[in-house]
């Protein structure tokens, strides 16, 4: 069985570009998550998606925004990239809201520049 | 907001010794405490994980302890094995919420 899937690995984006990033939960988890993890620092939490709608919502600005789609796959989307978004990019699934039984992806890694 | 400290940041110990790491939060209501291993590159993985209705729990060489009165926590790791170095993270979920707080990470080196 597929763990969760982050697509993709590295991505090297221009300062003021848009980027999308991809996750792919674990069969049967309906509710994705999404984190940041600057180096050197704990993941700090952006949203949380269960049934296509938003759950929960971390102090981000509004350029980061996201779906989940019927397959509950999901989508982080971050406009007006800036230096300060480098950071590695983590989604992590569970079968219900409650976040017990977490998995997390490999990541994403993004690297403004 | 919950707040997760998290000490030492960094820590050394000879091979077959223990290490203990420990965290501390700020939110009464916080009801389940995980912890995570990651490896450099790697994603977090889960390595034990206790309720706020348990006192200690055990797996193998790994326990962690809570103490609700004190609001604090802490992962034990006794006869420290080489592949035991990397950064762990603690993290502490309201049950009024549905994110994890992160503590800052410990890094902990096994010198052989």
């Known amino acids: 069985d597929a763990g969760v899937t982050q697509s993709p690995t590295h991505l090297i984006k221009t300062r003021g570009q848009h980027v999308t990033l991809r996750c792919s939960p674990i069969?049967?988890?309906?509710?994705v998550s999404w984190y940041q993890q600057v180096l050197g620092q704990g993941p700090q939490f952006i949203f949380q998606?269960?049934?296509?709608?938003?759950?929960g919502r971390g102090n981000f600005p509004d350029r980061f925004s996201a779906r989940q789609f019927p397959n509950y796959s999901s989508e982080l989307n971050v406009n007006a990239l800036l230096l300060g978004d480098s950071a590695l990019y983590l989604c992590?699934?569970?079968?219900?809201?409650?976040?017990?039984?977490?998995?997390f992806g490999s990541g994403t890694r993004l690297t403004v520049v | 907001g919950e707040n997760v400290e998290q000490h030492p940041s960094t820590l050394s110990v000879q091979e077959g010794d223990s290490a203990v790491i420990k965290c501390t939060y700020s939110d009464s209501a916080s009801n389940y405490f995980p912890w995570y291993k990651q490896e450099l590159g790697k994603r977090p993985q889960l390595i034990i994980d206790?309720?706020?209705?348990?006192g200690e729990k055990k797996d193998q060489r790994i326990a962690v302890t809570l103490n609700k009165t004190a609001k604090h926590f802490s992962l034990h790791i006794t006869e420290t094995q080489p592949e035991d170095s990397a950064v762990y993270f603690c993290a502490a979920i309201p049950n009024t919420g549905n994110q994890f707080y992160f503590g800052t990470g410990t890094s902990l080196t096994v010198i052989p």
């Open positions: 998606y269960y049934e296509k709608e938003e759950r």
């Open positions: 206790i309720r706020s209705n348990v």
């Open positions: 069969s049967g988890h309906k509710s």
């Open positions: 992590a699934s569970s079968f219900g809201t409650s976040n017990y039984g977490y998995t």
